[in-house]
């Protein structure tokens, strides 16, 4: 069962990303929710990739899976130049039959781009270099937008202090935190 967002139909989840110049942040709650029953609370939805790059999903558990290990798939293929990866995974997701059956988003960065993929094969670099995805993105997202603009802290502590927000608005986001940093 998938909980209805502003960021479309995708299981409940918070994810949000950060880059400031080269330094980027990238964190997501523990929560994993089937229906209205929390099912885990120490999930590890954000990842770094054996490239080098951050990668953070929101969607139903299988498809953000096949979704991640195709963009590293692509990473491979495009010598980890992230937004052809992106660009490319887009492409093929659009093309696919399968693919667009798949209910997951991803967030992707390095030290050079902050990248998200959607649901329908779109590729978005969003232009303040913040991007949340998930039931409780919109949240993180205006918490990390109000402290980039308000004060000097640092991509991860922005990370951090965004998804706390949105753990204590988002019933479907806890403070279990996992975040990783480039």
Same mark, same amino acid.
């Given at each position: 069962?998938?909980?209805?967002?502003?960021?479309?139909?995708?299981?409940?989840?918070?994810?949000?990303?950060?880059?400031?110049?080269?330094?980027?942040?990238?964190?997501?709650?523990?929560?994993?929710?089937?229906?209205?029953?929390?099912?885990?609370?120490?999930?590890?939805?954000?990842?770094?990739?054996?490239?080098?790059?951050?990668?953070?999903?929101?969607?139903?558990?299988?498809?953000?899976?096949?979704?991640?290990?195709?963009?590293?798939?692509?990473?491979?293929?495009?010598?980890?130049?992230?937004?052809?990866?992106?660009?490319?995974?887009?492409?093929?997701?659009?093309?696919?039959?399968?693919?667009?059956?798949?209910?997951?988003?991803?967030?992707?960065?390095?030290?050079?781009?902050? &990248?998200?993929?959607?649901?329908?094969?779109?590729?978005?670099?969003?232009?303040?270099?913040?991007?949340? &995805?998930?039931?409780?993105?919109?949240?993180?997202?205006?918490?990390?937008?109000?402290?980039?603009?308000?004060?000097?802290?640092?991509?991860?502590?922005?990370?951090?202090?965004?998804?706390?927000?949105?753990?204590? &608005?988002?019933?479907?986001?806890?403070?279990?935190?996992?975040?990783?940093?480039?």
């Amino acid at each position: 069962m998938s909980h209805a967002s502003p960021f479309g139909p995708f299981h409940a989840t918070t994810v949000i990303a950060v880059k400031k110049g080269s330094a980027v942040a990238m964190g997501g709650d523990g929560q994993v929710t089937h229906g209205h029953t929390v099912l885990k609370g120490n999930a590890h939805k954000v990842r770094k990739l054996k490239g080098g790059q951050l990668v953070g999903f929101a969607g139903s558990t299988a498809d953000a899976f096949t979704l991640m290990e195709r963009f590293e798939g692509k990473l491979e293929q495009f010598k980890n130049n992230l937004k052809r990866a992106a660009v490319e995974l887009a492409k093929e997701w659009r093309k696919d039959k399968y693919l667009r059956r798949l209910e997951a988003m991803l967030v992707a960065a390095d030290k050079d781009a902050l &990248i998200l993929v959607t649901g329908q094969g779109d590729v978005v670099e969003p232009e303040d270099g913040i991007v949340a &995805i998930g039931s409780g993105g919109p949240y993180a997202l205006a918490a990390a937008r109000a402290l980039a603009k308000h004060s000097k802290l640092a991509p991860k502590d922005v990370v951090v202090a965004a998804l706390k927000e949105a753990a204590e &608005i988002c019933i479907y986001t806890n403070a279990n935190l996992v975040v990783e940093e480039l």
